[in-house]
């Protein structure tokens, strides 16, 4: 609901309107009812999301699953493997050389394995990177092949991806694959 422009500045009036929103529809307060009690809640529920919004990218940071544009290809590759890890996967980079177009192996505790190409990309990602990854999945006997990237995609590898079923995804949405996948 905060919206960051292209010079860093944050916009927080969709946040303020679905905080609204949930006191008004889903808690069921009418905030001009309370008008002076509810600015204080108002208030006190703004300040309580806002430190768990601080103390999760606190967490982020010391864990290292905060995305910086300065890493390298393979820094990059090890990003991608502590964002499945957290999100409970059992994860591992491949080889550098000789990893058939696989960077990264990740296992779910029921036993399912996605091949991973990790692409860190200052353009977007072309099919080349699908046909890699859709050839390492039977290589390495996956279930599921994932091209994953800080960029986006060209035309042409969402088209093969979709007739691939390869998923094209941005690293962010590791943090949550187990629920995309399900």
């Not at 699953?65 to 964002?83: G, R």
């Not at 999945?137 to 079923?165: G, P």
Request: net charge negative; with cysteine; charged share 25%.
């Amino acid at each position: 609901m905060v919206i960051e422009d292209d010079y860093g500045n944050k916009s927080y009036d969709r946040y303020f309107k679905e905080i609204e929103y949930f006191m008004d529809d889903v808690l069921h307060m009418d905030l001009e009812r309370y008008s002076i009690s509810g600015n204080k809640l108002f208030n006190t529920i703004n300040e309580m999301i806002f430190d768990y919004m601080e103390q999760k990218e606190l967490d982020a940071i010391k864990n290292g699953l905060v995305y910086d544009e300065t890493i390298n290809p393979i820094e990059y590759e090890h990003f991608c493997k502590d964002l499945l890890e957290h999100d409970g996967w059992n994860a591992k980079v491949t080889q550098t050389t000789g990893d058939q177009g696989v960077d990264v192996i990740a296992t779910s505790d029921d036993g399912l394995v996605i091949a991973i190409q990790c692409k860190k990309y200052s353009s977007p990602v072309g099919n080349k990177a699908v046909q890699e990854v859709f050839s390492a999945k039977q290589h390495y006997n996956a279930d599921i092949a994932i091209v994953v990237t800080n960029n986006t995609y060209t035309k042409s590898a969402k088209e093969l991806a979709n007739t691939t079923n390869v998923l094209l995804l941005h690293h962010d949405d590791l943090r949550n694959l187990s629920d995309l996948l399900k």
